[in-house]
């Protein structure tokens, strides 16, 4: 079943700061009795202001499924994968295809509205809001999913008493989520497209240089040489050379030095890595030349700045 359209504006201005995604998700579960998470389909950047930034390898506002329905189903091995592969690549695809607020029966029997977000053709996520109870199962589809939850390693008895304290997925209140919702998911696409937008034009004022520096940071562990990175900016070795000493007030190979210095230094008071390793995440194939080198520039042997700066 597929839910109308709710009249989304194409505006790229995000609300006024003090705006939190998150808060306003927490707001909308205490408000409707639903659950309500997001999940990330791509790069979706930072769309609050007052929170932390995520940790590296998560986005700001992913929540996972809460209740607990949900967090009992995700309690073996065969649940999580299974739970996995329904929110990840099927619902996702579902969402994305659609384009729209949907219907969606999750591989558990649940019913849920799946809500894109998404701007200027790119599907950034996906609003989840339900984790309802079906209504009106039959006993046959009872059945089937009874054995479904045994196969997944449940006690069919215990899933289907907490499956029958979820809220029913009465017609008029699914809409009315996706309504709601619908309105986070524009807030949301805003934001991305507003950011994209931003991050498209300062990379239009990045000179040469810039980009030079950031090949530098994303390729360290590699044997960098000025040529290379002069044709992946698009300039003779020459040029970059000289605008490298005009922009920096140092040579391209000073500063490459310098940069892996600066890494293995900060690998070397963070993790455990052995040396050899260390050198080789900076672009050094022989751990003693690597080490006569840090040893120059710092003072110090690798294993000695480590004693004296290692956190604890």
């Given at each position: 079943m597929e839910i109308a359209q709710n009249g989304m504006s194409t505006a790229t201005q995000p609300p006024t700061p003090g705006f939190s995604f998150q808060q306003a998700i927490l707001?909308?579960?205490?408000?409707?009795?639903?659950?309500?998470?997001f999940h990330n389909h791509g790069q979706m950047p930072r769309i609050s202001w007052q929170e932390q930034p995520a940790k590296r390898g998560q986005y700001e506002g992913s929540r996972n499924h809460l209740s607990d329905y949900c967090e009992t189903m995700k309690s073996t091995p065969a649940g999580t994968a299974a739970c996995l592969a329904c929110d990840s690549t099927r619902a996702h695809e579902k969402a994305g295809n659609a384009g729209r607020p949907c219907i969606w029966r999750c591989h558990a029997g649940l019913t849920e509205v799946l809500i894109p977000v998404a701007a200027d053709g790119r599907h950034y996520g996906t609003l989840f809001a339900g984790q309802a109870r079906t209504p009106d199962l039959s006993e046959?589809?009872?059945e089937r999913l009874r054995k479904r939850w045994a196969k997944l390693g449940h006690d069919p008895k215990r899933i289907e008493?907490?499956?029958?304290?979820?809220?029913?997925?009465?017609?008029?209140?699914m809409q009315a989520l996706a309504r709601t919702a619908g309105m986070l998911a524009e807030y949301a696409a805003s934001r991305a497209r507003a950011?994209?937008?931003?991050?498209?034009?300062?990379?239009?004022?990045?000179t040469p240089v810039d980009r030079a520096l950031s090949l530098m940071l994303e390729h360290l562990a590699e044997p960098l040489s000025l040529e290379e990175i002069a044709e992946r900016v698009h300039l003779s070795p020459s040029r970059l050379s000289h605008l490298f000493t005009q922009q920096e007030g140092e040579s391209f190979r000073d500063r490459l030095l310098q940069m892996r210095i600066e890494r293995a230094k900060e690998l070397l008071s963070t993790t455990p890595l052995p040396v050899g390793e260390v050198a080789r995440r900076v672009g050094y194939t022989d751990p003693n030349f690597f080490s006569r080198i840090f040893h120059e520039k710092t003072g110090l042997a690798p294993r000695e700045h480590r004693r004296r700066y290692a956190q604890a």
């Amino acid at each position: 079943m597929e839910i109308a359209q709710n009249g989304m504006s194409t505006a790229t201005q995000p609300p006024t700061p003090g705006f939190s995604f998150q808060q306003a998700i927490l707001d909308l579960e205490r408000l409707t009795g639903f659950g309500v998470s997001f999940h990330n389909h791509g790069q979706m950047p930072r769309i609050s202001w007052q929170e932390q930034p995520a940790k590296r390898g998560q986005y700001e506002g992913s929540r996972n499924h809460l209740s607990d329905y949900c967090e009992t189903m995700k309690s073996t091995p065969a649940g999580t994968a299974a739970c996995l592969a329904c929110d990840s690549t099927r619902a996702h695809e579902k969402a994305g295809n659609a384009g729209r607020p949907c219907i969606w029966r999750c591989h558990a029997g649940l019913t849920e509205v799946l809500i894109p977000v998404a701007a200027d053709g790119r599907h950034y996520g996906t609003l989840f809001a339900g984790q309802a109870r079906t209504p009106d199962l039959s006993e046959r589809e009872l059945e089937r999913l009874r054995k479904r939850w045994a196969k997944l390693g449940h006690d069919p008895k215990r899933i289907e008493r907490l499956m029958n304290a979820l809220p029913l997925a009465e017609p008029e209140r699914m809409q009315a989520l996706a309504r709601t919702a619908g309105m986070l998911a524009e807030y949301a696409a805003s934001r991305a497209r507003a950011q994209t937008i931003a991050r498209a034009q300062a990379a239009e004022k990045r000179t040469p240089v810039d980009r030079a520096l950031s090949l530098m940071l994303e390729h360290l562990a590699e044997p960098l040489s000025l040529e290379e990175i002069a044709e992946r900016v698009h300039l003779s070795p020459s040029r970059l050379s000289h605008l490298f000493t005009q922009q920096e007030g140092e040579s391209f190979r000073d500063r490459l030095l310098q940069m892996r210095i600066e890494r293995a230094k900060e690998l070397l008071s963070t993790t455990p890595l052995p040396v050899g390793e260390v050198a080789r995440r900076v672009g050094y194939t022989d751990p003693n030349f690597f080490s006569r080198i840090f040893h120059e520039k710092t003072g110090l042997a690798p294993r000695e700045h480590r004693r004296r700066y290692a956190q604890a």
